[in-house]
């Protein structure tokens, strides 16, 4: 079993910054592709951004290419998301997961663990 526990969401004007953490217990991260997912009220979960396990791959929604960076620090177990020129749109709650698998990482259904989320809101 994967713990997985976010941190660093919060209120931030537009044009501001976020640093998110994901934090895992129970097993170590390190054979794990981790994603970042959000959900903002009434629409559904949808993918943010992801990192293959050893670092080499990131893959990003075109919504936040160029604005938010993923990384992971396999000897800390944690995953981060920084997100940058922050707009109102990326309010939400952000959740991090975790999956052994290496392909469909934009799909909900590929990852086996889920953190509790973090909600992030961007004020105009």
């Known amino acids: 079993q994967v713990q997985l526990v976010e941190s660093g969401g919060g209120l931030v004007q537009a044009g501001g910054s976020l640093r998110l953490s994901c934090a895992a217990s129970?097993?170590?991260?390190?054979?794990?592709?981790m994603g970042w997912f959000r959900q903002a009220p009434g629409k559904e979960r949808e993918f943010v951004a992801a990192?293959?396990?050893?670092?080499?791959?990131?893959y990003y929604a075109d919504s936040v290419k160029g604005r938010f960076t993923i990384s992971r620090d396999n000897a800390k177990n944690t995953v981060y998301l920084q997100m940058n020129s922050l707009k109102p749109e990326d309010t939400a709650v952000y959740y991090c997961a975790a999956t052994r698998k290496y392909s469909d990482y934009y799909d909900t259904r590929t990852y086996d663990y889920w953190g509790q989320g973090t909600q992030a809101t961007v004020s105009s």
């Open positions: 990192i293959s396990w050893n670092r080499i791959s990131t």
């Open positions: 129970g097993r170590t991260l390190s054979a794990y592709t």
